[in-house]
């Protein structure tokens, strides 16, 4: 049974910092591709990031250059380094993992999902 288990979320003021986890386990993820995705009220679900097999990144335009996404192995852990936040990165955040490898920008792509965590992000 794969589970992913998000943290780090919570209240920052606008040009803060924040750092999301994903602990996965179940198996081994060396071999998959996760992504972080958000959603705020009234909204679908916005692609963020994605960390393929090799470690490839991608980003949305929106966030490029202010987030970084990673992940450690040996932990098994995805990370979502955020800074220069804005009220408009404000949402529930979520992370993903792909069995496939290959990463990608829509939610189709994955197979588990975690929980969420919200991020909000305050004037």
């Known amino acids: 049974q794969v589970q992913l288990v998000e943290s780090g979320g919570g209240l920052v003021q606008a040009g803060g910092s924040l750092k999301l986890s994903c602990k996965a386990s179940g198996r081994p993820f060396i071999t998959y591709g996760a992504a972080w995705f958000r959603q705020s009220p009234g909204s679908e679900r916005e692609f963020v990031a994605t960390?393929?097999?090799?470690?490839?990144?991608e980003y949305a335009r929106s966030v490029e250059g202010r987030f970084t996404i990673s992940m450690d192995n040996t932990k098994n852990t995805l990370f979502l380094e955020m800074h220069t936040l804005k009220v408009e990165d404000t949402a529930v955040y979520y992370c993903?993992?792909?069995?496939?490898?290959?990463?990608?920008?829509?939610?189709?792509?994955?197979?588990?999902w975690g929980q969420g965590t919200q991020v909000t992000v305050a004037t």
């Open positions: 993903a993992y792909d069995s496939a490898g290959g990463g990608g920008r829509s939610p189709n792509q994955y197979d588990y």
């Open positions: 960390i393929d097999w090799s470690r490839a990144s």
